[in-house]
């Protein structure tokens, strides 16, 4: 009854969820001529059989990315297929290697995961952190596919909101074969909407995982000496709407006693490029962006107008602020920059990160900002301070590297089912 209620509703409001979906929008990148693979009509793979890997967008490709190049070491020849919803997240799992295949992940329609089901004929499916979908689950049930979610985190706002409809959550983990959670009280929070302590397993965060090749900071030297070597650095990473302004008010105010500083703004969204471009001149200061060859030293403003390239950027800055914190988004990944031993600036705004910032703010790895004022004197201190700037970097890569081991231990837990 509840199944035929939500296949009812969902076909319902499709005109609305297609229209989010593909309605064009100034710089949104376009579907082209893959839209149709959202309605499970996807190419067939180079091989048969592969473990499905499901990360709906550019935080979760990063995570699983780590993942998935631990999985090919221990398993050269197993076929690896990942799906993302978003196009952001398809041109990031692209740049992962020809070691993985790419399609779009089939939307809930339970004729759309039917044709998907069909076509790739999977093994198992690995679904990124907690997106749980009805008809996915029923139609891996029904063909007897190991459903494992990984890196799974349930904050306490979701789980009551599950305990309200408690009956759809059964039905969602009845077809989940394990649940590997970050962190206890996640685990805990899954016992208590009824999933089994035979289901779960505690491995720690992937995202802690995270290392850099030399290839980044050899980049990273590259750009800095591009930028100019001697001058002070700052990068703002992953901003969105609302923080653009602030960030550069605070950068304004930082030239006044520092006019040789640098800001590198690298926006969350590719469709806002332009959008940022134009505020940037806007405000009078002088840019260079990344797609165009002209960089000199007297630029005021870099900015980072490319998809992958993000932790090249964050290696050529001496300080790095995480955008989606200074706006009620609850932050981004303060884990990119640790792993680059970065001193790292935050807003207040961290919900998505709760542990990690924590983590982080134990150990004294980061400072909270809560205004452009407060970044502005934060940044101007910590130029000032190279001494207590390094001692941050330090610090957050320590973090990093004393919470390492989550893929080893998610990597048992595929491995009883592969």
């Known amino acids: 009854m509840i199944t035929a209620l939500y296949n009812v509703l969902i076909h319902l409001f ?7 979906l593909y309605w064009p929008k100034k710089g949104k990148p376009s579907f082209g001529k893959r839209w149709s693979e959202h309605l499970g009509l996807v190419p067939t793979l180079r091989q048969k059989g592969p473990v499905w890997i499901h990360a709906v967008s550019v935080g979760e490709v990063i ?34 290697g020809d070691s993985v295949e790419h399609r779009y992940a089939p939307l809930d329609f339970p004729w759309a995961v ?5 076509r790739i004929k999977p093994r198992a499916l ?11 689950l029923r139609a ?21 909101r599950y305990r309200r409809f408690h009956a759809v959550f059964r039905l969602l983990s009845s077809n989940i074969s394990h649940i590997a959670c970050q962190y206890p009280a996640d685990a805990q929070r899954f016992i208590g909407l009824g999933i089994s302590k035979n289901k779960l397993s505690i491995t720690g965060s992937i995202k802690f995982d995270i290392t850099y090749g030399p290839n980044v900071y050899k980049k990273g030297q590259q750009l800095r000496i591009q930028l100019g070597h001697e001058r002070p650095i700052w990068i703002a990473a992953s901003t969105h709407e609302g923080e653009d302004e602030q960030i550069l008010a605070a950068h304004k105010q930082l030239l006044t006693l520092l006019p040789d500083a640098l800001l590198i703004i690298v926006p969350r969204h590719p469709q806002r490029f332009n959008q940022v471009a134009e505020l940037i001149k806007q405000q009078a200061l002088t840019l260079s962006r990344r ?39 609850g932050g981004h990944n303060l884990l990119e920059p640790a792993a680059l031993g970065k001193a790292i600036l935050t807003g ?6 709760t542990d990690i910032y924590q983590r982080l703010l134990e150990q004294e790895a980061l400072i909270t900002v809560t205004n452009s004022g407060e970044l502005a004197d934060t940044l101007i201190d910590l130029f000032s301070d190279k001494v207590t700037r ?29």
């Not at 891996?140 to 009551?160: D, E, I, T, W, Y």
């Not at 005021?300 to 993000?310: A, H, I, K, N, S």
């Open 14 to 20: 499709s005109p609305i969820i297609l229209a989010m």
């Open 63 to 96: 995570a699983a990315t780590s993942l998935i190049k631990a999985l090919k070491a221990e398993y050269p020849e197993l076929p690896i297929l990942v799906t993302t919803t978003t196009r952001t997240g398809a041109d990031l799992a692209l740049k992962i």
């Open 114 to 118: 039917a044709l998907f089901l069909a």
């Open 126 to 136: 690995l679904i990124m952190e907690t997106e749980l979908w009805p008809n996915w």
């Open 140 to 160: 891996c049930g029904k063909f007897q596919l190991p459903v494992l979610v990984l890196n799974a985190r349930l904050s306490a706002r979701s789980a009551a």
């Open 291 to 329: 797609t165009q060859s002209e960089r000199t030293i007297s630029t005021q403003v870099y900015l980072g107008d490319t998809m992958g390239e993000l932790p090249v950027m964050l290696a050529a800055a001496d300080i790095t602020f995480v955008g989606g914190s200074l706006i009620a988004r």
């Open 348 to 353: 207040p705004s961290i919900f998505n990160f």
């Open 390 to 418: 390094l001692q941050l970097g330090k610090n957050a890569l320590s973090v990093v590297n004393n919470n390492k081991g989550a893929i080893h231990k998610t990597l048992q837990q595929i491995q009883a089912f592969l």
